[in-house]
């Protein structure tokens, strides 16, 4: 079964720096999503890449996806201390009766420093 | 609109207990998915409704997780008897659109079995 897998598991940097996330997972995927938690809330899903997708932005997000690597990366530009949080990345299959299932990695905990 | 919502927020029961888990998912989301996270562990679905009909329950993980969703709209999740490792965040999630999509995620419930 396929599993994403983020590194590092804990970033810590300086408000202002860029953090960058990566993952991997094993099998063939229809998209890659990043999910975001604050402690105690739930998962706010931040993006989602197809698998025809190399790239894509949203604010200060840029996600890139290598699907010969079988790897994503997230990277968050000039990151702020409400960006501390855990994330998370998820894949989804392309098809069959489990195509609504997302299949999540360890996660990665950012923390930002002011 | 009112995001997904979950009842309660916390639940702490004694081995051998039942609990029931609430899921309000968004009004009009056809698609309603469970996942939980074991303490320490990676985010793992559980199944997914399509209206009232389960399209997928391959990751339930045994016969005391007992999961509802009559009329298509609000689901429940009955763990009946508890066992202590059931504890852990139990999250819903909603989405309008066939999968695969971005899914909007509640708050989770914490279970606790002692």
């Known amino acids: 079964s396929q599993q994403g897998e983020e590194d590092p598991q804990a970033l810590s940097i300086q408000e202002g720096e860029n953090a960058t996330m990566n993952c991997s997972y094993k099998t063939s995927i229809n998209n890659l999503q990043w999910y975001r938690q604050n402690s105690g809330r739930g998962l706010v899903h931040l993006i989602l890449?197809?698998?025809?997708?190399r790239e894509k932005h949203s604010g200060r997000l840029r996600v890139t996806l290598d699907t010969s690597k079988k790897s994503s990366s997230l990277l968050i530009t000039a990151s702020r201390a409400a960006d501390t949080a855990s994330y998370f990345c998820?894949?989804?299959?392309?098809?069959?009766?489990?195509?609504?299932?997302?299949?999540f990695g360890q996660g990665t905990i950012l923390t930002v420093h002011p | 609109e009112a995001g997904v919502t979950q009842f309660p927020s916390h639940s702490v029961i004694e081995k051998g207990q039942t609990v029931t888990l609430r899921c309000d998912p968004i009004?009009?989301?056809?698609?309603l998915y469970w996942y939980r996270r074991v303490m320490g562990k990676e985010i793992k679905f559980l199944l997914h409704?399509?209206?009232?009909?389960?399209?997928?329950e391959s990751g339930m993980p045994n016969n005391r997780f007992l999961a509802e969703r009559t009329g298509g709209t609000y689901s429940t999740l009955k763990v009946q008897p508890a066992e202590l490792e059931d504890s852990g965040v139990y999250f819903c999630a909603s989405s309008s659109q066939p999968p695969p999509a971005g899914y909007t995620f509640g708050s989770g419930t914490r279970l606790t079995v002692v």
């Open positions: 890449i197809r698998s025809n997708e």
């Open positions: 998820a894949t989804a299959n392309a098809g069959g009766t489990s195509y609504g299932k997302l299949t």
């Open positions: 009004s009009g989301h056809d698609n």
């Open positions: 409704f399509v209206k009232e009909s389960k399209q997928d």
